[in-house]
């Protein structure tokens, strides 16, 4: 499917006349448990020419589309990201970490990239996935269980553990995210990846009571210490300064 990415993203730049600086894989694909039938999420930064930026007027910040052979793509101008960068979002910090590239202009990447790793704050990005774990524990909470939910909370709890425990942006690969677990939990997660990749997006599988628990008292003790953790490091002066550049 890269050659379609590709060509799709092309024709977004021609189109909208922007430039797409950093293009990557979201979702179950990067993550590494998609199922045979996943779309394909897309996401991406991109810039206009200096002058549109010159303008007194708000101006549409986002560009989406959805292609027939599932091409889920969502993007967000220069400008709109430096604004979620200063608030550490989550879902943009995770982007410079996917392990499936499709665009990236070496220079945005190198001037960008540490300040995304300076405005990381543990304790946003932690509330984060600590209230998206805590709404899929609760969709989990049944004798039969969609196995995608099941995957989102795994991944959310982990993450909320990795930050609590190292305090470092957390990888986006789900298999880095399971030395927070012991052997045997290990073991079970490994074997639902395999079996999640056989299966659809609306499988539902039995549910497995003592992995359910593992996943509850994870979150609970993520609920707990998330409090204590601290924010980020951000420098307005030399975000605008990064900015001006990027624009040259």
């Known amino acids: ?147 995608k939910s099941y995957f989102y909370c795994l991944r959310t709890a982990l993450t909320g553990k990795w930050i609590i425990e190292k305090g470092t942006v957390p990888p986006v690969l789900f298999s880095e995210l399971l030395v927070l677990a012991d052997n045997y939990t290990r073991k079970k997660i490994e074997d639902l990846i395999a079996l999640k990749a056989t299966k659809g997006e609306s499988y539902y599988h039995p549910n497995d009571w003592e992995l359910f628990g593992f996943l509850e008292s994870v979150v609970k003790d993520n609920e707990e210490k998330a409090k204590s953790l601290v924010g980020g490091k951000t420098d307005k002066g030399e975000m605008e300064r990064v900015f001006r550049e990027i624009l040259t």
């Not at 665009?103 to 304790?123: G, H, M, Q, R, T």
């Open 1 to 147: 499917m890269t050659p379609k990415i590709l060509e799709k993203l092309k024709e977004i730049e021609a189109k909208r006349n922007i430039e797409i600086l950093l293009a990557v894989e979201s979702g179950s694909r990067a993550w590494g448990f998609a199922s045979p039938d996943s779309d394909y999420d897309i996401r991406f930064i991109y810039r206009h020419e200096k002058d549109w930026y010159l303008s007194p007027w708000d101006k549409d910040e986002t560009i989406e589309f959805m292609t027939e052979d599932d091409l889920d793509g969502s993007g967000w101008d220069l400008r709109k990201t430096f604004h979620l960068l200063l608030k550490s979002n989550a879902a943009l910090l995770s982007w410079f970490y996917s392990p499936i590239v499709y665009v990236k202009n070496e220079k945005f990447y190198e001037l960008f990239k540490p300040l995304a790793d300076a405005c990381f704050s543990p304790i946003a990005v932690s509330y984060h996935y600590l209230s998206m774990s805590k709404k899929y524990l609760e969709a989990c909470r049944s004798d039969k269980v969609k196995l």
